[in-house]
């Protein structure tokens, strides 16, 4: 599975999209752009994924680049209850529960 | 149950023990799967089951590590000789197949410390 790479930490306004990038320039044409979050002391969230297209969903929207070698997840009004770390993940059409985490980004929605 | 289960909630436990945890997917989910994570990093992969088989258990660290899921929909994660190394939140998440285009739902974990 390709790896990627996304910053430590962001903060956001309340209010105010979030944006937050992730880097994932060796991935394959059969592998899936997954992002997930994890909010303190919880297992991790699905929140939306995409192979080529952008896609949008009531939570969040993905736009992936022409070459597909990153992406970023939008939060269109980020609220207090966005705060979590924030997971992008390549994984394979042949098993997509199989989830390579990195370190993830820590998102931190400020009033 | 309308999630993923996972029990206990919390376990402590003695170097060397033997522990159970267990995890009750979503009702239909064939793909089932669990991580664990330490303080301060993202969930690592353990294994993989497709119905009763595991399909992957590239993740299970040594042998001590065992799960099981004989009819096809709860788990069982055992871990033989327990080590203060151990102590993680183990996490279980289920999917509807696995494959192509499919989202995985985790359960709340089991949190080890072995003391």
């Known amino acids: 599975d390709a790896k990627t790479t996304q910053p430590t930490s962001m903060d956001c306004a309340e209010g105010r999209a979030a944006n937050l990038p992730c880097n994932h320039s060796?991935?394959?044409?059969?592998?899936?752009v997954y992002w997930y979050r994890q909010i303190h002391s919880q297992g991790p969230q699905y929140i939306i994924h995409?192979?080529?297209n952008n896609e949008t969903n009531e939570m969040a929207s993905l736009i992936i680049t022409e070459d597909r070698k990153s992406s970023t997840l939008i939060l269109p009004h980020a609220t207090l209850r966005d705060t979590a770390v924030y997971y992008c993940?390549?994984?394979?059409?042949?098993?997509?529960?199989?989830?390579?985490f990195g370190q993830g980004t820590t998102l931190q929605v400020k009033p | 149950g309308a999630g993923v289960s996972q029990t206990p909630s919390n376990k402590v436990t003695e170097k060397g023990k033997y522990v159970e945890l267990r995890c009750d997917p979503i009702?239909?989910?064939?793909?089932l799967y669990w991580y664990r994570q330490s303080l301060g990093q993202g969930p690592e992969f353990l294994i993989y089951?497709?119905?009763?088989?595991?399909?992957?258990d590239s993740g299970l660290p040594n042998d001590r590590f065992f799960a099981v899921r004989p009819e096809g929909s709860v788990s069982t994660l055992k871990i033989q000789r327990t080590e203060r190394g151990d102590s993680a939140v183990y996490l279980c998440a289920s999917s509807l197949t696995g494959a192509g285009n499919t989202e995985a739902f985790f359960g709340q974990g089991t949190r080890l410390t072995v003391v």
């Open positions: 089951f497709q119905g009763t088989g595991a399909a992957d």
């Open positions: 993940i390549v994984s394979r059409s042949s098993n997509t529960g199989k989830l390579i």
């Open positions: 060796t991935i394959s044409g059969n592998e899936y």
């Open positions: 009702s239909g989910h064939t793909a």
């Open positions: 995409g192979l080529k």
